[in-house]
Structure formats: C-alpha cells, structure tokens
C-alpha cells in the first residue's frame, strides 16, 4: 500500500463548479500537508499549506484536513478554465516527504 | 517565479552520452532536491541534499550522480544515458532540512534519442 493514495482522473467538469480533489495517507506521522498545481511540463507551484486539522481558504481555494481519518481535501469554487491542470497534494513527516501521483482536472468552458 | 532555477531548460542528446543538468536554489535555501517525471509518471525523488552534504536518496540509478557545491547550486549528473531516462527533471529548494515546504523549479526536459 502506498503511503499516500491520489486518485489519478482525469476529472472533467464545466466551467463554475465546484470541485473537490482528495488524498488519502496510512502514516499517521504525516503532520504538514500541502497542494500542489502542475500545468503542463511545468514545475509544480505550491498553492496551500496546512498543518492542523480542519480548514484554510485563499481565495477561490479551501484545504481541509481531517488527521482522524487521515485524509486531506482541497475545493475550487468557481472553477475556471485556467484551473485546468495537475493537482498533487503532499505531505511531510519529520524527515521524509512523500507526493501523491497527482489528479487531473479539465474544466471546460 | 519561485526563484530556483534550472538549466538547461530544454536538451537533446544521444543514447550513451553524458549530461549534467544545474540548479540555484531560492537565495537562502540551504535544501536542494532533484525529482524525475516521466510521461504519466508521477514525481520520482532521486536524491536531497543540505548544505552540501547528502541528507535522502530515493530511487536514483547508479548512473545518476549529484553533488551541491559550497555556493549551494547543485549538479546533477546523468551517465551513460538509455531513452527510458527521458523525463523532466526538476530541482527544488528548501530552508531547512526537513519539516518545509519545497519550491521547484521549472525543470529540465531531457530527451534522449
């Protein structure tokens, strides 16, 4: 099993949705957690960085962590085309940081 | 801009050859830290280093070497190169050496033929 789950998409949805990206862990040391954005062959750009449970907003975006259930969220509200990209949460325990495999997202017009 | 730079950005090269790809941290970021993607791959890390010294190897081939220099730019050295190394290499950058998040650069896309 790997240590961090991302289901990989694509997912597809219209322009203005809300869209939810999730990521599931097993190591229960994990205690930072961020999300990633990667548009194409591009590097990845750190968008949020969460350290307790519960949630943070910037903007548009919303990141939840419930360390009870180790499982971690990131919603876009109004999603726009330009939102179209790879998303990849990741994690940090004390000395080790583990990616997820990334989601893709397609928002269309 | 994350402030780490890659170069080169772009390079083509020939099975067997030899290439070195370079990176400058984000100015004060003692971390410097190289991942492999491959096409619908996600990112493979190959190797850390702090400070100059090897702080985690991942899973980085035998023919792949780096080092981080007392200036804190670092090289990666990639041998005796097979098509299957085709990939974006990225660099990212740290303060510390661990517990931080990790700023990238926006890779080197190496193409073997």
């Known amino acids: 099993q790997k240590e961090v789950e991302q289901d990989p998409g694509p997912l597809s949805v219209p322009e203005g949705a809300i869209v939810s990206l999730n990521c599931t862990y097993s190591n229960s040391a994990f205690q930072y957690f961020m999300w990633y954005r990667q548009y194409s062959r591009k590097g990845p750009e750190l968008l949020m960085y969460t350290y307790s449970s519960g949630n943070k907003e910037d903007g548009r975006f919303t990141a939840q962590v419930d360390k009870s259930s180790k499982y971690i969220s990131l919603f876009i509200r109004d999603s726009q085309p330009s939102d179209s990209a790879t998303y990849l949460c990741?994690?940090?325990?004390?000395?080790?940081?583990?990616f997820g495999t990334g989601t893709r997202l397609q928002v269309f017009p | 801009d994350s402030g780490v730079t890659q170069t080169p950005k772009h390079l083509i090269t020939a099975t067997g050859q030899r290439v070195t790809l370079r990176c400058s941290p984000r100015?004060?970021?003692?971390?410097v830290y190289w991942y492999q993607q491959s096409l619908d791959q996600g990112l493979q890390f190959l190797i850390q280093?702090?400070?100059?010294?090897?702080?985690a190897k991942g899973n980085i081939l035998e023919r792949f070497s780096a080092q981080q220099f007392p200036d804190l730019h670092s090289e990666l050295n990639l041998s005796s190169l097979e098509l299957g190394d085709s990939a974006l290499y990225f660099c990212a950058s740290s303060p510390q050496s661990s517990g931080n998040t990790i700023y990238f650069g926006e890779g080197s896309w190496l193409t073997v033929v």
């Open positions: 990741a994690m940090i325990a004390t000395d080790k940081l583990i």
């Open positions: 280093y702090y400070n100059g010294e090897e702080r």
């Open positions: 100015s004060g970021d003692l971390s």
